[in-house]
């Protein structure tokens, strides 16, 4: 899988990265450990070499799971983690800085990201100068090589840039959610700054793989995902029937034909998550799918079924 560059940094990462929510557990449903790692490997053998975590994943389970797959293979891997909304104070970042990279078992990390906005959550404010400091001076020790951002809107991402270079940001972003575009994206594209998309398979759903009536465990945070619910998972269901010829017109699945759209679009990268081995293979696999420039178009077009009824509101669940 061919690289490329993170923002202005020397970082290099894969097109397609492994999330690993789901590998923390906590707000999941029927995960396994010994599936996350294997399933983690998978995506490493298959190409995916740049792996996305955060501490706020099962209190860094994620992390530990994520050394367990591949710590034998750090040399040829980005690392990829968040510091939470109620660690932004200059202290609190490099404590939590250093309790990543005793999860990770590694001593610097690839990419650090801040994970929320400060006040997220009902967290206390913290000047985003202060969090920047404590990233800047992990910087200089060679504990981080790069500096991102996630959830972040547009003002926010320039703020937090007068304080030191951002080369991420990591919003909610597939086709089926594209707020990104009319807000942050055209500031990312002018500034060289990555993006690299959340749930680009709005969680599932562009996998056509939930069909209507489905109910989620109230434990599983897809319960309170916007897109399944209502008019929105209609409207979601109307559009997945249109891509559907689309993907078979490429011998490739509805999830893939999504993941290859994504990847299309200016400076943007894809944070798939997957709970087994095929999943992962399968997403690395999106890299070799040509779309040509009216396929790209004509799946965009359709993907505004969805999000033309979508309000302005960046998150996309109701908590």
């Not at 994943?57 to 990829?80: C, P, T």
Request: net charge negative; hydrophobic share 40%; with cysteine.
């Amino acid at each position: 899988m061919k690289k490329r560059t993170l923002g202005k940094s020397t970082v290099q990462i894969s097109p397609i990265l492994m999330g690993t929510w789901q590998a923390g557990k906590k707000m999941w449903v029927g995960i396994e450990d010994d599936d996350s790692i294997k399933t983690i490997r998978a995506a490493y053998e298959a190409g995916i070499t740049t792996i996305d975590t955060a501490e706020i994943y099962g209190e860094g389970h994620s992390e530990q799971i994520v050394a367990k797959a591949l710590s034998d293979v750090r040399d040829n891997v980005e690392y990829a983690t968040k510091v939470f909304a109620n660690h932004l104070k200059y202290q609190q970042v490099i404590e939590a800085c250093e309790r990543s990279l005793t999860n990770l078992k590694t001593d610097y990390i690839d990419l650090y990201q801040i994970h929320w906005p400060s006040g997220a959550f009902n967290n206390e404010i913290v000047p985003i100068a202060e969090t920047m400091s404590a990233l800047n001076h992990l910087k200089e020790q060679w504990k981080i090589r790069a500096i991102g951002v996630s959830n972040f809107s547009r003002d926010q991402i320039a703020e937090a840039a007068q304080y030191g270079q951002i080369d991420s940001l990591q919003p909610p972003y597939s086709l089926f959610w594209r707020q990104v575009e009319k807000d942050a994206m055209p500031y990312c594209i002018e500034n060289n700054i990555s993006i690299l998309a959340y749930s680009p398979l709005a969680q599932g759903l562009l996998t056509g793989k939930f069909l209507p009536g489905h109910k989620f465990d109230p434990a599983d945070n897809r319960a309170k995902n916007k897109l399944f619910q209502g008019e929105n998972f209609e409207h979601a269901q109307q559009a997945l029937n249109e891509l559907s010829p689309i993907a078979e017109d490429h011998n490739c699945s509805l999830a893939q034909l999504a993941l290859a759209w994504l990847i299309a679009q200016p400076q943007t990268n894809a944070i798939v998550g997957a709970r087994y081995p095929e999943q992962a293979i399968a997403n690395a696999q999106a890299v070799e799918i040509k779309l040509s420039a009216e396929e790209i178009a004509k799946i965009g077009r359709i993907g505004s079924i969805v999000t033309d009824h979508l309000d302005d509101q960046s998150v996309m669940w109701n908590w």
